[in-house]
């Protein structure tokens, strides 16, 4: 990278910001990473990570890092909530790895978020500047200027010539690039827990992600931890939960959700288990997604509802993208970002759809519930992997490796 390519400012060390951070930083750019907490600790729940992000991580050098922290299910495993009949399969494992040519994994976010922390750290090009929340940005041009808030209270003034606002779904980058909508509450809360693999039910055991499909929720499990936990996902109507972000749930919520379960699984609202609850938000990208110098990345740009298990892969996707057009334009940034939001908005969109579209009929209530369970018993493992080609096969676009090919 010639050194008069501007350095970047990413706002926020989530997934996103941290993934984005490392790749610049690799292409010889000098990044400060401002990120407004001051103890960088992880929701004490897991993620899947499907090919289509593991391979930006495995290209990044994280692999072998993951590999040791992460699990690797055989089989996604659909049955329904409340008979635990099986309705689907689908091969993970080996065969998502040789089919997807990428690692299908589970881990426990602390895992991973350290894992790109450490990875950040041993970075001679980044700077990690903690307890720095950024409040407002300015577009002079094709520079940025933006205000900083210490942990103590003071404002700093930072300016840029590249900003990739990674931060998250309440962004204030977005508003401050003039989208004034607020995420889109789509009646829906999580409640995420992890349990000692020993106590689960033995219907939620074995080397597997479980799907339990019920009316109007469905519940997800898998080991995380090497298999020592498994984290449990319960998602649910919850027409009154608007406002809650990693909040302790109550225990009797929990309860009356699982009613409609196997008894088997409703034992899981009977013990002292560490509940707590996120509200279900999502919001098409902005028009226009960025400004001059500054764009968005991640959640910030295109928060998803979970149903698909893609929020983070998008923003691990988003960052490969990103880094893509500024190695094609080390100099033009504005119109490196502008290439990038073009590339990204299909991608977003149709992951934004499905979500959707998988809540609808993950949440069927019957008689649509039962041709849904006789569609899906009549849908082989490798007819499902079909289905989702277009989302794990996703491949990071390579303008690098094109010049250097030219
Ligand atoms: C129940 C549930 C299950 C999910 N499961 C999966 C899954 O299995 N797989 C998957 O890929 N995704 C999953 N997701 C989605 C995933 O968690 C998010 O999409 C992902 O964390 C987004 O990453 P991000 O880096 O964009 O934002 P975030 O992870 O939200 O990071 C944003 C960072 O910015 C910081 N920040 C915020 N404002 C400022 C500011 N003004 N100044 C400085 N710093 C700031 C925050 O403190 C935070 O560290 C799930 C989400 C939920 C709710």
């Known amino acids: 990278m ?39 600790d992880e929701a004490g729940a897991g993620i899947q990570l499907s ?62 978020h350290t894992l790109l922390l450490d990875a950040a750290r041993a970075e001679p090009n980044i700077r990690i500047s903690i307890g720095r929340k950024v409040t407002a940005v300015a577009v002079e041009g094709a ?20 900003v990739v606002g990674a931060d998250g779904l309440w962004s204030a980058l977005r508003p401050a690039l003039g989208d004034t909508r607020k995420p889109v509450y789509r009646g829906y809360a ?23 499909l019920g009316r109007g929720m469905h519940l997800v499990h898998y080991p995380v931890c090497r298999g020592r936990l498994v984290n449990i996902v319960l998602v649910a109507r919850a027409e009154g939960s608007v406002n809650v972000w990693n909040s302790k749930a109550e225990q009797a919520d929990v309860a009356r959700h699982l009613a409609q379960a196997l008894p088997a699984l409703r034992t899981l ?66 119109s490196a970002l502008r290439a990038y939001e073009a590339a990204r908005r299909p991608r977003a969109l149709r992951v934004q759809q499905a979500a959707r579209e998988n809540g609808r009929i993950y949440h069927m209530a019957a008689p649509f519930s039962l041709v849904r369970n006789l569609v899906m018993a009549r849908t082989s493992g490798e007819a499902m992997l079909a289905r989702y080609a277009w989302l794990y096969g996703w491949q990071p676009p390579q303008h690098e490796a094109r010049r250097n090919a030219a």
């Open 143 to 162: 520079r940025a200027r933006l205000s900083v808030e210490t942990a103590g209270g003071a404002t700093e003034e930072r300016e840029a010539g590249l």
């Open 269 to 334: 609202a009977d013990r002292p288990l560490d509940w707590r609850v996120w509200s279900l938000f999502d919001l098409p990208p902005p028009r226009p997604w960025g400004r001059g110098p500054v764009t968005l990345l991640g959640d910030a740009a295109h928060p998803v509802l979970p149903f698909l298990a893609q929020g983070g892969a998008l923003a691990i996707e988003d960052a490969a993208v990103l880094a893509d057009a500024l190695a094609g334009e080390p100099h033009d940034v504005p």
């Open 2 to 40: 010639p050194d008069s390519a501007p350095s970047a400012v990413v706002v926020g060390a989530g997934i996103g910001g941290l993934t984005t951070a490392l790749l610049l930083a690799r292409q010889g750019r000098s990044v400060t990473l401002f990120e407004r907490r001051t103890a960088l």
């Open 190 to 212: 999580a409640w995420r827990t992890t349990v000692p693999a020993a106590e689960v039910p033995d219907e939620m055991a074995g080397n597997i992600t479980g799907l339990w």
């Open 51 to 112: 090919p289509n992000a593991s391979r930006v991580l495995v290209a990044l050098g994280l692999g072998p890092a993951l590999a040791r922290h992460a699990v690797t299910p055989d089989e996604l495993v659909v049955r329904s909530l409340s008979s635990g009949r099986r309705l689907a399969g689908m091969p993970l494992g080996e065969t998502m790895r040789a089919r997807f040519g990428a690692p299908y994994w589970v881990i426990h976010r602390a895992d991973l």
